[in-house]
T-cell receptor, first 112, second 115 residues
Framework: GEDVEQSLFLSVREGDSSVINCTYT??????LYWYKQEPGAGLQLLTYIFSNMDMKQDQRLTVLLNKKDKHLSLRIADTQTGDSAIYFC????????????FGTGTRLQVFP | SQTIHQWPATLVQPVGSPLSLECTVEGTSNPNLYWYRQAAGRGLQLLFY??????ISSEVPQNLSASRPQDRQFILSSKKLLLSDSGFYLCAWSPQTERGTGELFFGEGSRLTVL
């Protein structure tokens, strides 16, 4: 079955880079996603990457995809306290219904 | 613009009591609708999804049910709550397209505590 795994916690100092890792199982997934959940709120799509890409950069965010190892990472440059949140990676299960399988989420804590 | 509303935001219920969580979407028509549950340390689990009125698919066997009485209304229910039903429930929608984008729009969530 499908399974998406992430480490549960990451703590970084303000101004440093954060790297959040994710492994997925479905090699046929053509899109992979990063969602952000701020405390007590719903999720918002941060960025996504198409499976024929190795890297995607969007301002402070860099997504790296290693399709051979089924490994996805999200790098946040110059991490700020406002980046403190839970970050979920997700793979798409069904295109017709946008069914996503989410990872367990990584809680990022940024300290001054 | 499209908005999604969920209520109540928090709920404390005794074991064995009924449950009704409501979700409505505005500013779009014929959306795909989803209920997810977020339990501590377990990430997000897809409970139900719906592609149209009266069309509900259940992803996991459980004590809960869902209904879609109107195009933009999605309700999560239980006749008798269990302790294990505690969690953070998230409603989401996505536009119906020929090929999905994977972008879901989430509500603010409903925190349910069963005592």
């Amino acid at each position: 079955g499908e399974d998406v795994e992430q480490s549960l916690f990451l703590s970084v100092r303000e101004g440093d880079s954060s790297v959040i890792n994710c492994t997925y199982t479905d090699s046929s997934s053509t899109y992979l996603y990063w969602y952000k959940q701020e405390p007590g709120a719903g999720l918002q799509l941060l960025t996504y990457i198409f499976s024929n890409m190795d890297m995607k950069q969007d301002q402070r965010l860099t997504v790296l995809l290693n399709k051979k190892d089924k490994h996805l990472s999200l790098r946040i440059a110059d991490t700020q306290t406002g980046d403190s949140a839970i970050y979920f990676c997700a793979e798409i299960l069904s295109y017709n219904t946008d069914k996503l399988i989410f990872g367990t989420g990584t809680r990022l804590q940024v300290f001054p | 613009s499209q908005t999604i509303h969920q209520w109540p935001a928090t709920l404390v219920q005794p074991v064995g009591s009924p449950l009704s969580l409501e979700c409505t979407v505005e500013g779009t028509s014929n959306p795909n609708l989803y209920w997810y549950r977020q339990a501590a340390g377990r990430g997000l689990q897809l409970l139900f999804y719906s592609v149209g009125i009266g069309q509900i698919s259940s992803e996991v066997p459980q004590n809960l049910s869902a209904s879609r009485p109107q195009d933009r209304q999605f309700i999560l229910s239980s006749k008798k709550l269990l302790l294990s039903d505690s969690g953070f429930y998230l409603c989401a929608w996505s536009p119906q397209t020929e090929r999905g984008t994977g972008e879901l729009f989430f509500g603010e969530g409903s925190r349910l505590t069963v005592l």
